[in-house]
């Protein structure tokens, strides 16, 4: 049973472009959270989705990040004109449902916006 | 706010038990209490979590007060391979697990 698959494993971006991070949960999950986690800082909440929902964005930054996870394929984690402070590893978590499941992490995305 | 207070860092040598505490006090009756870890570089791994009894499982056991105030999650014998943040958190709702700053333990051969 795989685990959770996010990629691209490092993605590097000039300032302006945009990012994509993708994230496969586990087999059977259908609960899907970003966690940003900058350096030399400890993780900090960004989105929870479900199939077709978002069920918690409070962690998200109000302007050029979006997060998705259609009905088919993975969760998309999308930052518009990337700025140099969005340099971060970015990880992905499922789970099969919520309330006293444990979560569990991928082994995330390093972007580097150059 | 992580709601948790943990030692910024611990050490311990090869081979002996390591307890790692964690204070609670504001946790309400529904809260389960997790504990992660994350190794240098790598996503955080779950570790092992509780409501109220003792647990144990493979990787480490889990002590909680009678009270529920606090807990200790209890490496029994420290590897090289423990070197890691330890993350104990609270959560009414796994599905929002808000993380603390952890403790950085080191172990030493």
Redesign the interface.
Known sequence: NAG?MQNPRHLVRRRGQEARLRCSPMKGHS?V?W?RQLPEE????MV?LQKENI??ESGMPKERFSAEFPKEGPSILRIQQVVRGDSAAY?C?S?PQ???????????SWLTVV | DAKTTQPNSMESNEEEPVHLPCNHSTISGTD?I?W?R?LPS?????VI?GLTSNVNNRMASLAIAEDRKSSTLILHRATLRDAAVY?CIRGL??????????TRLQVFP
């Open positions: 959770v609960h959270y966690y400890g993780l900090k909440f929870y069920i918690d990880f978590a789970s919520n309330s006293g499941n444990t979560i569990y992490f991928g082994e995330g | 389960y997790h992660y994350q790598q996503g955080p791994e779950y979590h993350y709702h796994t599905d929002k697990l808000i993380f603390g700053t952890g």
